[in-house]
Nanobody, 115 residues
Framework: VQLQASGGGLVQPGGSLRLSCAASGSIFSTNVMGWYRQAPGKQRELVATITSGFRINYADSVKGRFVISRDNAKNTVYLQMNSLKPEDTAVYYC??????????WGKGTQVTVSS
């Protein structure tokens, strides 16, 4: 399984970015895809997850600002990030969880929110 993330960058506070992550390989039809982030000096934390059945979970810190979605036909998960804050600055990692069949991570994409 390979996960290819894209869409990070530098944005001003209040701005928006959209992350994408395409999965390839033995995806399996039942899985959970999601986004995690890690800021300097902090542990990796959950941002949002979405199951293949479109059940969604958000971290409290991003509720109302971020929207996760997926296209099962393309094996792709998206993260629309709105009203970005400096504290959203982190490396964002795409994740594919197939339960007992494996848990996979992308390489990460940098998101920097700064004026």
């Amino acid at each position: 399984v390979q996960l290819q993330a894209s869409g990070g960058g530098l944005v001003q506070p209040g701005g928006s970015l959209r992350l994408s992550c395409a999965a390839s390989g033995s995806i399996f039809s039942t899985n959970v895809m999601g986004w995690y982030r890690q800021a300097p000096g902090k542990q990796r934390e959950l941002v949002a997850t979405i199951t293949s059945g479109f059940r969604i979970n958000y971290a409290d810190s991003v509720k109302g600002r971020f929207v996760i979605s997926r296209d099962n036909a393309k094996n792709t998960v998206y993260l629309q990030m709105n009203s970005l804050k400096p504290e959203d600055t982190a490396v964002y990692y795409c994740n594919l969880n197939r339960g007992l069949s494996g848990n996979y991570w992308g390489k990460g994409t940098q998101v920097t929110v700064s004026s």
